[in-house]
């Protein structure tokens, strides 16, 4: 399975997801492979998603955009977020420019993802706080807007080692950290959140050494707030 990808320049010629998936040209990526038996071994893979996207539309019959938008984005009022490889012009204004370890900008400003599920979500910190709150409430059957109480459950039980079902998910001295690190070229950002103290944390960064930045303000808010479960 691939661990990420490297996206393609602006202008690029882009992949179809079954060319993802055999890694076929114009695809940059090896294919997407099974190497571990399901439940014998954690191991992070980008790849995955993207065939649980080709599942989805296979049934479905739609594209993953659309159903994102339809079940997601305008259920959780998060009107910034998008699926769309390339983005929409009337997104286009709001977006940062990715920036290199050196400073120089990324060359067309940022890169395109085809690969949607995996890769290619546009969004902003206060749409992904609307998923973690969302995520909570979900969690205490408060609220069900998405999934159950039962799939939220699922999704935030580790299943080997920080594995969970979408999350990282820890469970340490009954308390639960739930997560995900993003990264695309040019990009950092980070959601965090502990239900049982109903506390998040959401930082994003247009540059390849916002890393070191996000980790030290998300130290300063721990320590600044007192978060017992950081």
């Known amino acids: ?7 393609y320049p602006s202008g690029s010629q882009l992949p179809t997801l079954q060319q993802i998936l055999n890694g076929e040209p114009p695809a940059n990526s090896k294919p997407v492979r099974v190497m571990k038996a399901p439940g014998k071994a954690y191991k ?21 955009t659309a159903l994102a938008k339809e ?11 998008t699926f769309e490889s390339r983005l929409p012009e009337a997104y286009v204004p709001r977006v940062a420019t990715a920036h290199r370890k050196t400073g120089e900008p990324v060359p067309g400003k940022w890169h395109i993802y085809p690969e949607q599920a995996a890769a290619s979500l546009w969004t ?15 969690l205490k059957n408060e609220s069900n807007l998405v999934l159950s109480a039962e799939m939220t459950r699922l999704m935030m039980t580790p299943q080997i080692s920080l594995g969970g079902v979408g999350f990282n998910v820890i469970i340490k001295d009954g308390l639960t950290r739930f997560g995900h690190p993003g990264w695309n070229d040019g990009f950092h950002c980070i959601m965090l959140g502990c239900p049982e103290v109903g506390q998040g ?10 890393r070191r930045l996000g980790w030290e303000i998300s130290r300063s808010v721990a320590d600044i707030i007192g978060w017992t479960w950081w």
């Open 1 to 7: 399975m691939n661990r990420g990808y490297s996206g």
């Open 44 to 64: 992070y893979a980008s790849g995955g998603y993207l065939v649980a996207q080709q599942m989805i539309e296979d049934v479905t019959g739609r594209p993953l």
């Open 71 to 81: 079940f997601i984005f305008n259920r959780l009022g998060m009107t910034s977020s």
């Open 124 to 138: 902003t910190p206060t749409d992904l706080a609307r998923l973690l709150i969302e995520t909570i409430k979900s």
């Open 201 to 210: 944390l959401i930082w994003m960064t247009n540059g390849e050494n916002g």
